[in-house]
């Protein structure tokens, strides 16, 4: 394993219409054994920053080394990193055999017994020992992930970096991928980098999660930190489904006042705002509190637009009263016991305790949540944080 650094790296493209900047002075710094996961939407510079580390760019800007020696001027196959695509990329006229062993026989000077050693190795940790006579084409999406990960794990690399491995995969057999990797990850006790732009498998599977949007850094931190404590309210819609609600406020006499609501502040709450007065009110969807009728000073009146049963839970699209239900603007996460209905008038509950606020035009955060309830002192990973 080993610790891989990030410092300042850019990488600009340029076409007929000029330059485009795909990544923009990224530093970040991986720890040895940590499982670091690239996040952010399409076009975000994400893969662009992994195919640098591995070697298949090279930074217009910036150094990238690996266990302290740089590495930017090195070819891949110099790197000692290990690389699984989106496609897998197998070989289809080599048997699952042959693809495993196929870098190992072309980079190295190993034995073939001791190629053949490693080739069932790693077949045996991933299960696949009894598919090593195959050809990719006999084999599903999840057999051809796991011969992928295989022919990495071999190379005994010094960190792993997966591009959206389980894209290709149906929504169950992603699952239990992911939690496959997690434990694998953590046997190999390997460096690992892992690109996506599904916030979930960002949230469960990552020691740490880097945001990217626009090819700049937007927050580094772990999955706890980035769903309750957003750098920004990019950070804050981006992490967590459904996604955070946002309200735009102006701050007047110790009130936010929206268009169809005003919401008084503790003294707290108002001293983290400083002079700002264009805002953006910001609650998670399981914080909103359904009532049977409001009567707080941070409770509003509302009406239910739409209800998506999910069987665990439902979201609840929820409209303020005098707004149209079509227009609804608050998302609640309830429990699947709790039935409401269409159209129903109700009560919401939004706790001060729970509230965002952002800056209005830069979208820097100003205040986040209290983290006083949070139950004990281990920090939450993944589904335990959302």
Not at 47 to 65: D, F, Q
Not at 72 to 83: D, F, G, I, K, Y
Not at 211 to 235: A, K, M, S, W
Request: aromatic share 4%; with cysteine.
């Amino acid at each position: 394993m080993a610790n891989v650094k990030l410092d300042g790296v850019t990488k600009i493209f340029e076409d007929e219409s000029g330059e485009i900047v795909a990544v923009d002075d990224v530093n970040i710094d991986i720890k040895d054994g940590e499982f670091l996961v690239l996040v952010g939407p399409s076009g975000c510079g994400k893969s662009t920053t992994l195919r640098m580390v591995a070697g298949l760019e090279k930074p217009t800007e910036g150094t990238i080394s690996v266990d302290g020696e740089a590495v930017t001027h090195l070819s891949p196959q110099e790197r000692n990193v290990a690389m699984v695509f989106q496609s897998y990329a197998l070989y289809p006229h080599m048997t699952v055999r042959g693809n495993m062993s196929f870098g190992l026989e072309e980079t190295t000077d190993l034995s073939d017994e001791e190629i053949h050693t490693r080739v069932e190795d790693a077949a045996t940790m991933l299960g696949i020992d009894d598919l090593l006579d195959r050809k990719p084409d006999e084999l599903s999406g999840g057999q051809q992930q796991r011969v992928a990960l295989g022919r990495a794990i071999v190379r005994e690399p010094d960190a792993f970096l997966l591009d959206e491995p389980l894209a290709n995969l149906d929504a169950k057999l992603r699952s239990e991928m992911r939690t496959e990797l997690q434990h694998l990850q953590e046997d190999l006790d390997t460096t690992t980098i892992y690109v996506t732009h599904d916030q979930t498998e960002a949230m469960t599977m990552s020691d740490r999660i880097a945001v990217l949007n626009d090819g700049q850094l937007q927050q580094i931190g772990t999955p706890l930190e980035c769903y309750h404590r957003p750098n920004n309210q990019f950070v804050a819609g981006f992490i967590g489904e459904p996604s955070m609600n946002f309200l735009p406020v102006t701050l007047e006499n110790g009130r936010l006042v929206g268009e169809h609501f005003e919401y008084p502040l503790g003294e707290e709450t108002r001293a983290n705002l400083g002079d700002q007065t264009d805002l953006v009110l910001g609650i998670r969807p399981e914080d909103l509190e359904i009532l049977d009728a409001a009567s707080g000073d941070h409770e509003f009146p509302g009406v239910v637009d739409v209800v998506e049963p999910m069987g665990n839970e439902n979201t609840v699209h929820i409209a303020f009263e005098g707004q149209a239900r079509t227009e609804s603007e608050l998302t609640a996460t309830i429990s699947g016991m709790r039935n409401v209905k269409e159209a129903e008038s109700i009560g919401v509950g939004i706790p001060e305790n729970a509230i965002h606020i952002f800056d209005g035009e830069t979208g820097e955060s100003l205040h986040n949540r209290d983290l006083g309830e949070v139950e004990g002192d281990r920090p939450l990973r993944g589904a335990e944080a959302a």
